[in-house]
Structure formats: C-alpha cells, structure tokens
C-alpha cells in the first residue's frame, strides 16, 4: 500500500513537472528563487511560489547548480537567471530583484518549502501598505547562550529604534518588497539584507513584521567544520556593514533614500559576491543542532 501511495505521488509529480506552468507577461507578483544544487526540494518550491498569486512570474537564479536545477525549473515554467560560478543566495535575490517586473517581490529559498497559503500572507501585506513585510521568525533567543546571528539581528534592531522588529531580518526568508520600496533603496542593495533593512527603516518606508514561518525548522541540518562557521561569519559581518551604515546616516539630516546609481549598486554586488562563494559552498554540506538560526 504504502509502495502503491508513493507511486501515485511520482506520477502526480512527474505531471505536473511536465506541464510547467506559464508566467504571466505582466505579472503582479514576481517570486525569486535563488538555488545552488537544490534539486530535491526545488519542484515543491515551485509549486507554491506559483499558488501564492494568481498574477505572478516566478524567477529561478541558478548560483553554480551542477545537480539539474536548471533543468527542473525550466521544465516546470520559470524564468532562468543562470551563472556558472556560485553567487551565494544574497546576491542571487539582488540579481533576481533586479530583473523582476511585478509590483510586489517575494523572496524565498529554492530548499525550504513554505505553503502557498504562507507566502500569500506576505504578498497581501504588501497589497495592503507595506512596503517590506518580513517573516515574524527570529530563532531560538530565549536561551543563556543566544546564538551571535541572532544577537547581531537584535542589535541593528535595537540600534535603528525599532523594538517592534524585535531581531526580524531581511536575512530570513520568506519577505516580500514594493516597487516602492525597491525604487527607494535600489536592488543591489539587497546583496546584504541587514544594510538593505537599515537603508528601507532610513528612508521612511512602511516596515513591518507581518507572519510567522519556522524556517528554522524546515532548513536544512549543517555542521561547523573544525570551528569555523563562515556562513555566521557573513551574516554577522553584514550586520556589522548595516550598523555602519546606520551610524553613519544617523548623522546626516533624515530624508528618504534616493534610488542608488548603477555603478554604486554594481560595486556592492560585486563586493559580496567576492565574500559569499566560500559561504555558499559550506551552506550545502554544513550540518547544524537546534541552535542554527535558520535564515
């Protein structure tokens, strides 16, 4: 029975893979999908970025995958942004954002399935003011020994006057932006997440934590490798970027971010994108206990 179960649902599976889905050509909602080598879970991802809305497009960035990503998210109807080398996820959902023609950007990860029902959440918080509608998740903080991401997410929090984000981050998935919001604080920005929070609060966008999803839950185990952690290393050290950033804008006169110029934007990608490979790489084979912050 339980053989005879699992067939049907390969079958459901192989159909609907088959059929793929279609685009809309102006789409209300564009999803971005950044992925490196996450084939097993990438058809479900799919599946619910395409639910959530019924005007959406959904945009695959492949970040170096060797494992037939690109294959399965073509087959299935999205639109493929590809790069042979790994971009790390951050500058995938930059280079995605830039790309995208919606109104209203959701952003997620190509290895943690989220229901269509959860994301829909975040796209009408948008649809109702918002401008950057986060994920309510922060990790287990209720501990002696907090994990250094989460006190860094707490920080810029803290520093910025915003208890009522109470350690919510861009770093975590799933969130979703305006155009608004977008034009403002422009879309390379989005290359380091905590700096891309500090430039929306900054320029006076509508900033609100509106649901919560256990990401950490649903990410996938990683292990530290003889002491290091280098993908807390690049979260960490781009809170430190932002609470840079924040002090610096904290001594200039408050005004709303203008949109950034091209070349600026570039060179900041370009930036993390020479800070991320090594990250990105370990983010496949790192095993981590319950104390992983899920971003």
């Known amino acids: 029975m339980k053989k005879r179960r699992n067939a049907l649902r390969k079958r459901r599976y192989d159909f609907t893979s088959k059929r793929g889905y279609i685009n809309d050509p102006s789409p209300k909602v564009s999803v971005i999908i950044p992925v490196y080598n996450e084939r097993r879970r990438l058809a479900a991802v799919i599946r619910e970025a395409y639910r959530a809305h019924s005007s959406i497009e959904v945009i695959v960035v492949i970040n170096g995958s060797t494992d037939g990503s690109r294959r399965l998210a073509e087959k299935m ?61 922060i990790g287990p903080s209720k501990r002696s020994a907090v994990h250094r991401v989460i006190l860094a997410k707490h920080a810029l929090t803290a520093f910025m006057q915003r208890p009522d984000l109470s350690g919510t981050s861009l770093t975590t998935i799933p969130h979703a932006l305006s155009r608004r919001a977008l034009d403002a604080i422009g879309t390379e920005v989005l290359a380091v997440p905590p700096k891309a929070l500090a430039a929306a609060v900054r320029s006076g966008l509508l900033v609100k934590a509106v649901e919560y999803v256990a990401v950490g839950a649903k990410n996938p185990l990683r292990r530290k490798g003889a002491g290091r952690d280098p993908v807390g290393d690049l979260i960490v050290g781009d809170h430190l970027e932002a609470l840079h950033y924040w002090l610096e804008a904290a001594a200039l006169p408050a005004r709303p971010v203008e949109p950034a110029e091209e070349g600026e934007n570039e060179t900041a990608c370009e930036t993390k994108t020479e800070r991320e490979p090594e990250a990105a790489e370990s983010f496949q084979q790192e095993i981590t206990t319950a104390e992983n912050p899920g971003d």
Do not use: Q
């Open 77 to 137: 109807g999205a639109r493929i942004i590809s790069y042979a080398d790994p971009l790390g996820h951050d500058v995938g959902r930059a280079v995605g954002a830039r790309a995208a023609l919606g109104d209203i950007v959701l952003f997620t990860d190509g290895d943690i399935v989220i229901p269509a029902g959860k994301l829909a959440a975040f796209i009408h918080a948008v649809e109702s003011g918002v401008d950057v509608a986060m994920n309510t998740y």
